[in-house]
């Protein structure tokens, strides 16, 4: 069946610019995640979605970083006035609610702020 | 909250040879710790995981140990091929209904042919 899909694959953005990031998770899939992965870095985790509580936002580095999942399914990462030290690849996740919680990861979005 | 340990950072070994990859963790309350294999310009994809009630994993010739005394959890490759090379990912995290999973910051293996 289809995975995880992210659009777009890549964006080039002047400094100062917002962006949105789509995420698309796999069908039925309750919890989502999005990470950030600077080159050659880990996965920092931004922020995470299960079902209808309330997101865990612990992530985000600052009030600039927002996301939304609408009905359960599809999320938007969305980065305003972006900095260039925000370049990095978004990856986005998701998983079923419950065992064996294993994580599904999109290609990712590359991001270059200009 | 959980902090997630790697060593070594990067790993270079000879084709055929073994690979070992140590982790590890704080909570320990922790109960789940999946692997993750993240190739070049792709997504990091589940290899193998164990859960607290078992102390060794194998598939194929990829085991994962868990030491939860000591807060340590190893992956073990043997008969390194050439496409094994790739950055692995530890991690750990609660079974509970709503708890993420924490990272490690990453290994990055070369298999030398």
């Known amino acids: 069946g289809a995975g995880v899909s992210q659009s777009p694959s890549n964006k080039v953005t002047e400094k100062g610019k917002d962006v949105e990031l789509r995420c698309d998770p796999i069908s039925g899939h309750t919890a989502l995640y999005w990470y950030r992965q600077s080159l050659g870095q880990g996965l920092e985790f931004l922020i995470y979605?299960?079902?209808?509580?309330?997101?865990?936002k612990s992530g985000l580095p600052s009030d600039r970083f927002s996301a939304e999942r609408t009905g359960g399914s599809v999320s938007t990462l969305t980065i305003q006035r972006t900095q260039q030290e925000d370049s990095a690849v978004y990856l986005c996740?998701?998983?079923?609610?419950?065992?064996?919680?294993?994580?599904?990861f999109g290609p990712g979005t590359r991001l270059t702020v200009t | 909250g959980e902090n997630v340990e790697q060593h070594p950072s990067t790993l270079s070994v000879q084709e055929g040879d073994s690979a070992v990859i140590k982790c590890t963790y704080s909570d320990s309350a922790s109960n789940y710790f999946p692997w993750y294999k993240q190739e070049l310009g792709k997504g990091p994809q589940l290899i193998i995981d164990?859960?607290?009630?078992?102390g060794e994993k194998k598939d194929q010739r990829i085991a994962v140990t868990l030491n939860k005394t000591a807060k340590h959890f190893s992956l073990h490759i043997t008969e390194t091929q050439p496409e094994d090379s790739a950055v692995y990912f530890c991690?750990?995290?609660?079974?509970?209904?709503?708890?993420?999973?924490?990272f490690g910051p990453g290994t990055s293996l070369s298999v030398i042919p």
């Open positions: 996740a998701s998983s079923v609610h419950g065992p064996p919680y294993e994580q599904y």
């Open positions: 991690a750990a995290s609660k079974e509970t209904s709503y708890d993420k999973v924490i």
């Open positions: 979605f299960q079902g209808n509580s309330a997101p865990d």
């Open positions: 164990i859960r607290s009630n078992v």
